[in-house]
Every structure is written in C-alpha cells, then in structure tokens.
C-alpha cells in the first residue's frame, strides 16, 4: 500500500511505498524530545495529542520518497548527539527523526506528513492499531491507562527485530535525507543553543 505525503502547505510531498501495519511500528511518543521538537517548529498544536504524545509510524528510509519540494527539507538535532529531525521548512511541517548515520535503517514518520485523506483511507486502516504509547513519565496528565512510563520490554524487542532486519537486507537506502555517495544529510542539520533548547523545554511536560 502507497500512504501520500503531504506538508501542511503543500509545497513538499512524497510517497511511502509498501506500507502495512506489518511493515513499522505504530507507537504514541511522549518523550520530552518529540514535544520539544513540536514547539521549535510552531506545530504543538498539529502535532501533539492532549498528552503531549505524537504519532509516529517507525519505517524502512528506502520506503520514503520525496517526489516534490525537496529544497524544503531541513533538519534540527536538539543536541550535538540528538537524532536528525527533519521538516518542510515552508510551513515548519515535521517529517521524520532519523540516527544521524546513512546506515540506521530507520526513519520515524511523523503522523502530520501523512496524507491518509487523500488515500481515502484513515490511519488505523493505512497502518494499523497503535502498539504502544511509549515515555508516559514525560507525559501530560491525566494519561490514559494503556501509557507505559518508558518503553515497554515487548516494544523494545519489536524495535530491536526491525532494525536488524533492515540492516541485514540493506533498507537504508536510498533514503531521501542521506545522499547515496558520501552518506552525509543532504542538508547540514542545525542544532539547538542550550538557551533555545531550555526556552522550548519548559513548554512540555510532564505537567500535572
């Protein structure tokens, strides 16, 4: 199954090819992070649920493909060894979080990308039921009963099995962040002074 991908204004979109709920995994993270990013861009309001939590399908690089607006493509680390958290910079649509290395065979699909009313189709029926809600410990509360406070053991196998087995048949590449003959980002990622990222971080939870 194809899912469309789509930035809040249009100027950037793609297409991730053979998607299934069999093929990532669906999880809700609320890590402090994933909120962090959500206020650098603007789009806490898109983006984070009423938890602080964003959805979030985890997918294989070589599924993702950016057929329109590439010049857009930006990318935000909020620490020197933070993960590679890309966006549409026209209307500050996040993309995906990805390792910084060409190698992870891992892109994290961020739910706002994802055009699933242009595919006629909703998310539950593009990708399937959530597995987890996953770092409830930096949730809003009141959480609702199924939040793990970390991740839970069964998720953390389940991630360890995709990342082998996409590194074992080579699903890095191509990816539409790395370019395929020196394996740098295709754009410099920035990163956060700590003044900004201490700014953003007092806009996310865990809150009472």
């Given at each position: 199954?194809?899912?469309?991908?789509?930035?809040?204004?249009?100027?950037?979109?793609?297409?991730?090819?053979?998607?299934?709920?069999?093929?990532?995994?669906?999880?809700?993270?609320?890590?402090?992070?994933?909120?962090?990013?959500?206020?650098?861009?603007?789009?806490?309001?898109?983006?984070?649920?009423?938890?602080?939590?964003?959805?979030?399908?985890?997918?294989?690089?070589?599924?993702?493909?950016?057929?329109?607006?590439?010049?857009?493509?930006k990318c935000i680390r909020l620490t020197s060894k933070g993960l590679c958290r890309w966006y549409a910079a026209c209307c500050n649509t996040p993309i995906a979080n990805t390792l910084h290395s060409h190698k992870g065979p891992f892109a994290g699909t961020i739910h706002s990308m994802m055009d699933h009313a242009n595919d006629g189709q909703s998310r539950d029926q593009a990708l399937g039921p959530v597995l987890a809600r996953i770092h409830g410990?930096?949730?809003?509360?009141?959480?609702?009963?199924d939040a793990h406070q970390t991740v839970p053991?069964?998720?953390v196998l389940r991630m360890v099995g995709f990342l082998f087995s996409g590194w074992i048949k080579g699903h890095h590449a191509p990816s539409p962040f790395f370019?395929?003959?020196?394996?740098?980002?295709?754009?410099?990622?920035?990163?956060?002074?700590?003044?900004?990222?201490?700014?953003?971080?007092?806009?996310?939870?865990?809150?009472?």
């Open positions: 199954m194809k899912v469309s991908l789509k930035c809040h204004c249009g100027a950037l979109r793609g297409v991730a090819n053979d998607i299934s709920a069999s093929s990532g995994n669906r999880i809700v993270c609320m890590c402090a992070d994933c909120q962090a990013f959500a206020h650098f861009l603007g789009r806490a309001d898109t983006v984070l649920d009423k938890n602080g939590g964003t959805d979030i399908f985890q997918l294989a690089p070589c599924s993702l493909k950016i057929t329109q607006g590439i010049e857009q493509l410990k930096s949730g809003i509360a009141p959480l609702p009963s053991f069964g998720i370019d395929a003959n020196t394996g740098k980002p295709i754009v410099a990622p920035g990163v956060l002074s700590t003044a900004e990222r201490e700014r953003i971080r007092k806009l996310c939870g865990p809150k009472a």
